[in-house]
């Protein structure tokens, strides 16, 4: 036998009302089974709602206590952080590189996650500056300049 959910939400409002399982039957004209079925359902529905909440506060703790900070970056990106676009377009560093920073851990940023745009904070921008000035690009250069100036040696 189906019942209808508002039988259902009855069934737990009695119960959290205090009455038993029979007077419940009773008053529904439904099997006590079904009625111990559905306040049983209700109660792991809580259980669950209560550790949900549990956990959502847990991680909030956490974050804060690790420095991470939580921006929604779909109502309005806050004026003291850059995308990866802006900052690509004003260091000249291409968006994977600035990506690639941000998820290794060589510059802060805020956002990230799968299907995330990131978002740096102005105060990495002196971080910006100094890896760009040791990228491994430039290493290269620098060291092919220098073999070139050994195999002139050598001529």
């Known amino acids: 036998m189906k019942i209808k959910k508002d039988t259902i939400q009855e069934i737990s409002k009695l119960s959290d009302e205090g009455l038993s399982v029979r007077k419940i039957s ?4 439904i099997s006590p089974s079904s ?5 049983q359902k209700a109660k792991k529905e809580k259980d669950i709602v209560i550790i949900l ?8 703790e956490i974050k804060k206590a690790i420095g991470i ?3 929604d970056i779909k109502k309005k990106k806050p ?4 995308t990866i676009e802006e900052a690509s377009n004003i260091f000249n560093i291409n968006k994977r590189t600035l990506a690639w ?11 990230g996650g799968k299907g995330k745009s990131w978002l740096i904070p102005i105060t990495e921008i002196e971080k910006i500056k100094n890896l760009r000035k040791g990228t491994p690009s430039d290493t290269l250069s620098e060291s092919k300049l220098k073999g ?3 195999e002139k040696r050598d001529l």
């Open 101 to 111: 920073y941000l998820q290794t851990g060589k510059l802060k940023g805020v956002g």
């Open 79 to 82: 004026e003291d952080y850059l």
């Open 148 to 150: 070139d100036e050994n």
């Open 26 to 29: 009773k008053k529904l004209n």
């Open 53 to 60: 909440s549990q956990m959502r506060e847990d991680i909030e």
């Open 69 to 71: 900070e939580t921006i």
């Open 35 to 39: 009625v111990y079925y559905y306040i």
